[in-house]
Structure formats: C-alpha cells, structure tokens
C-alpha cells in the first residue's frame, strides 16, 4: 500500500524558513515522481514542484522559484521541500503525491496517493 505522509508545518514569519517532509512507505523513491502541491483557502489545488523518479531533475512553479527547493534522502524514503524567504502568499495546505507514469507532472490530475497535508502559515 503506497502512502505518503507530509510533516513539518507550522508558522513562519514573512523571510522566515521552513522544511516539510514527505515520508512514502509501501514503495522506493525509484519507482516514480514526487509532487509537491498546495492549496489556500477558497483556492484550487496548485503545483509547487516536483523530483524525478532519478532525482536527478527538479521542476518549480515561477512564483516559488528561487526560494523553494526539492530534494530527496532514499536511504530514509524521504523528499523535503526547502522553503526560504517565505511570504504571506505562501500560506496553504502543503501536499506530497505520487506522479503517475506517463501523468502531467504539473497538474494534480497527473498524480495518486496523496498525503494528508501539512499547513504553513506565514504571517508576522
């Protein structure tokens, strides 16, 4: 059984930092993409980034490029989201999921088996 588990929310002032985590269990980093996601009140889900099934490739949305980073850690089964120099517009639900073979890697319909979410709040 795939699962997907995000932690690491919580409040952040504007400039701050903070790092989520995206535990998988039930298969490897090695079998496909990771997404992240996030979702504001009143908004549509919408794409963050994304690590290659290799992790050798990363893709970012524009608004959060150049602060956010994606990487991975196999040996604990792990991807993190780096999120630096964060804004009142980042505050959202946070969410991890499988990309699904051959699935747009930018749009939630591409991807299975999300987390139940974390919330970042950035507010001073």
């Known amino acids: 059984q795939l699962q997907l588990v995000e932690s690491g929310g919580g409040l952040a002032q504007p400039g701050g930092s903070l790092r989520l985590s995206c535990t998988v269990s039930g298969f490897t980093l090695d079998y496909t993409g990771i997404g992240w996601f996030r979702q504001a009140p009143g908004k549509e889900r919408e794409f963050v980034g994304t690590?290659?099934?290799?992790?050798?490739?990363?893709h970012y949305e524009d608004y959060v490029k150049g602060r956010f980073t994606i990487s991975r850690d196999k040996a604990v089964n792990t991807v993190y989201l780096q999120m630096n120099d964060l804004k009142p517009e980042d505050t959202a639900v946070y969410y991890c999921a499988v990309n699904r073979p051959g699935g747009s890697f930018y749009k939630p319909e591409g991807y299975d088996n999300w987390g139940q979410g974390t919330r970042v709040t950035v507010s001073s």
């Open positions: 690590i290659s099934r290799s992790g050798g490739s990363t």
